[in-house]
């Protein structure tokens, strides 16, 4: 896989929920889920082999780093789903595809897979909706099928699911969270949230090009949990890449979360 391309929020998928009975345990940082007598472990996915099929899985993953050909915005699939969907601790989205089909409670529907996405590129990316067919969202499918080969269908993991930070209205502190914003993150996300000139390194945290009123990440508890386990990027000021409290990472989505977005 390649090196992580998104570092902050334009949400776009979002930790998904998978049905079925199991129970988790973390060992070392790896996380495990058992399944009568079949232990299942986070893995990186192996290495993309050669031939057409990789062709389709490497345009896939290109578009899951740099999705300006189907976004709306300057947002990307890796913005929100670090290391092409395979960091373990932000958003994971290995194993994906044997979520689905299943049924969204957000959207009162039975969704397959490539549904899924398209909500995504729609609130999240800003995008318009990609008809079957379409060769985009054929290579991002091929690309979230490569990352889920060896888990079976239907079988809880545990690491596929939405992280929240449960909301405290005494951390909802939007001036310190200014604070903190002009002094960490201004530097990567600019002094308007406008994002980096130079790519999707650091992409626009409010206004136009950023992530659309009904991304996940337009939710306080959801944005303040992205932040705090991916947040700062670098270590900065002392402060090491999930290394943020949890008052400031609530007043930091409260400051980022009070700007105007894209209504979707």
Known sequence: MTSK????TGLI????LVLGVGTETRLGGNTLTSVGSQTLKFRVPPKISFGKRALAIRKGEALFEDSSPIAGNRLSCASCHLDDGTDANVLPLVGVASAFPRMSQR???RLNLSQRINWCVMNSLAGKWLEPGNPELNDLTRYLDWISVGYPKNVPLPWLKR??????????HSGRGEELYRSDCAY???PKGQ????????PPLWGPDS????????RQAMLAAFIQKAMPAVAMH???PGGLSVPDTQSLAAFILRHNRPAG
């Open 5 to 8: 391309s998104g570092f902050v």
């Open 13 to 16: 998928l979002l930790g998904l």
């Open 107 to 109: 959207y009162h529907a």
């Open 163 to 172: 992280p929240v930070l449960v909301s405290d209205k005494r951390y909802f």
């Open 188 to 190: 990567c996300h600019g």
């Open 195 to 202: 994002g980096s000139t130079h790519g999707f390194l650091a």
């Open 211 to 218: 992530y659309t009123r009904h991304a996940s990440l337009d």
């Open 238 to 240: 002392g402060i090491r």
